[in-house]
């Protein structure tokens, strides 16, 4: 199960760093989509992030609940709140503003996470894969957010 888990996360980066690398060599039409689809990709996987909230809730009873750090209240407001967030960050107008407020979303809830689901039962370090998943995604996001700033580069030596 691990290894399967450590492939699909790491194949859900795909994307991130395929419409990353766009957005740096792709025509500005092109890149502007690649920024546009970049934005949309990074919501839905932080609403994926969001919904573990949940699983971990409706997968447990009040018992094991109960060791849990967190009330399960807080879990499924988190996990909503983390979901509705980002629908709003893909929706600015601006790529630049949007990827920065996901790349800001991806941070915290990672936060967050290390500190609620440290309480977890897994049999794997589910944190660390977690870890790697939000670092990836993150230099992804600050790669796009970078290509921004690509018009006004210097061209050529000096």
């Known amino acids: ?7 699909l996360a790491f194949g859900l980066l795909i994307p991130f ?5 766009l957005t740096w060599v792709a025509t500005p ?3 502007a989509h690649a920024l546009d689809a970049l934005s949309a990709y990074a919501a839905v996987m932080l609403g994926f992030l969001g919904a573990i909230h949940w699983g971990v809730v409706l997968a447990t009873t009040p018992a094991e609940r109960a060791l849990l750090v967190g009330d399960a209240r807080h879990r499924l407001g988190w996990g909503a709140l983390l979901v509705l967030a980002a629908w709003v960050a893909a929706m600015l107008p601006w790529a630049v503003l949007s990827l920065s407020l996901l790349f800001l979303l991806l941070v915290v809830s990672w936060q967050i996470d290390r500190h609620w689901l440290d309480s977890l039962p897994v049999g794997w370090s ?3 894969l977690r870890q790697w ?3 990836l995604a ?5 790669a796009a957010i970078a ?6 580069l210097p061209v050529g030596g000096a």
Not at 1 to 7: E, F, G, I, K
Not at 17 to 21: D, F, H, I, R, T
Not at 147 to 152: A, E, V
């Open 17 to 21: 760093w395929v419409l990353s690398a």
């Open 138 to 142: 993150a230099l992804a996001l600050l």
């Open 147 to 152: 290509s921004w700033l690509r018009p006004l």
């Open 133 to 135: 998943f939000t670092l």
């Open 1 to 7: 199960m691990r290894t399967t888990a450590y492939l």
């Open 29 to 31: 039409a092109w890149s």
């Open 126 to 128: 589910y944190q660390r």
